[in-house]
């Protein structure tokens, strides 16, 4: 069974950071690709970062490249998300995704707000 359970959200100022963790199971992560995705209140989910199953290789959406940083432990079926200098247009659902599994986990919730 397939397990996606995210966490680090939270409020934040702008300018702020945030680390967000994703611990997953049920699949194989170490040769997954990865992506973090995240959902604003009344909007489309988007994709934020992907990396690839080692972790060589890594993109980003536009909006976020020179401030966000997706990285992996496969050790430890972790995939992570450091979010620098945070806008309030950052306020969403954050969520973790393998492309290789249609399963979503609950999300965690980030808010960039003064």
């Known amino acids: 069974q397939v397990q996606l359970v995210e966490s680090g959200g939270g409020l934040v100022q702008p300018g702020g950071s945030l680390r967000l963790s994703c611990v997953a199971s049920?699949?194989?992560?170490?040769?997954?690709?990865m992506s973090w995705y995240r959902q604003a209140p009344g909007k489309e989910r988007e994709l934020v970062a992907s990396i690839s199953s080692g972790g060589g290789f890594a993109n980003y959406a536009n909006s976020v490249k020179g401030r966000f940083t997706i990285s992996r432990d496969n050790d430890k079926k972790t995939l992570f998300l450091q979010m620098n200098s945070l806008k309030p247009e950052g306020t969403a659902i954050y969520y973790c995704?393998?492309?290789?599994?249609?399963?979503w986990g609950q999300g965690t919730q980030v808010t960039v707000s003064s």
């Open positions: 049920g699949f194989t992560f170490m040769y997954s690709r």
């Open positions: 995704k393998p492309d290789s599994v249609a399963n």
